[in-house]
């Protein structure tokens, strides 16, 4: 039980185009979600923490207008890099926090960006 | 001075060996203790969670929480290669609105 999926699990584009990211709790449901960016051997960096049905909460210096967030359901949150430039390449995992016992926070296996 | 501190190593151990990975932390509001495993290029998993202080194991994996020092550690008798592997610690307090805190991870390699 408890898993994550993220979709796509790797892309490349082109600078300037927006690329959609989706998590979806497969068999629980998740009030909370989480997105996280890594950087290649450095610790996860919390981007945004969504909440199903309201807005997101953006973490300092993190452009809310550049890293679009929705959280429609229980399951599924997605995250759009808009106008993606080649330093938004990065590691991008989502996470979810399981509705009855919040305090598991489980991850997707990521996504790998890369703006060329 | 971060509210979670952990060394990122890399640790290097014969397969076997008994391993200890450990974090400090500042904020004495933590009261749940995580440990994730993270393969290179794939999200964390968690491995162990503890709430307050004690010991919880399971299987190779032993978390131990010591709320009056601060310090929480993670113990893998007899290593495997496949044990190689980022380890991060996380923790967070009591209410739903607290964050979970990670630590920036310890590297961890085992030698065949």
């Not at chain 1, 039980?1 to 300037?16: E, M, R, T």
């Not at chain 2, 060996?17 to 203790?33: G, P, R, W």
């Not at chain 2, 495997?80 to 990670?102: E, H, V, W």
Request: glycine content about 8%; charged content about 20%.
């Amino acid at each position: 039980g408890a898993v994550v999926s993220q979709h796509p699990s790797w892309v490349i584009c082109k600078s300037g185009t927006s690329v959609k990211i989706e998590c979806r709790s497969l068999d629980f449901q998740a009030t909370t979600m989480f997105w996280y960016r890594q950087f290649p051997k450095q610790s996860l960096m919390l981007m945004a923490t969504s909440n199903e049905g309201s807005k997101a909460t953006y973490e300092q210096g993190v452009e809310k207008d550049k890293f679009l967030i929705n959280h429609a359901s229980l399951t599924l949150s997605t995250l759009t890099v808009t106008s993606a430039h080649p330093e938004d390449s990065s590691f991008y995992i989502c996470s979810a926090r399981d509705r009855d016992t919040s305090l598991k926070q489980y991850f997707g296996p990521g996504t790998r960006l890369t703006v060329t | 001075q971060k509210e979670v501190e952990q060394d990122p190593g890399p640790l290097s151990v014969p397969e076997g060996a008994i391993v200890s990975l450990n974090c400090t932390y500042s904020n004495s509001a933590f009261q749940y203790f995580m440990w994730y495993r993270q393969y290179s290029r794939k999200g964390p998993e968690l491995l162990m969670y503890t709430y307050s202080s004690g010991n919880k194991e399971d299987g190779r994996f032993t978390a131990q929480v010591d709320k009056s020092s601060k310090y929480i550690s993670l113990f893998i008798r007899d290593s495997q290669p496949s044990d190689s592997a980022t380890y991060l610690c996380a923790m967070r307090g009591n209410t739903g609105g607290f964050k979970t805190i990670f630590g920036a991870g310890t590297r961890l390699f085992v030698k065949a």
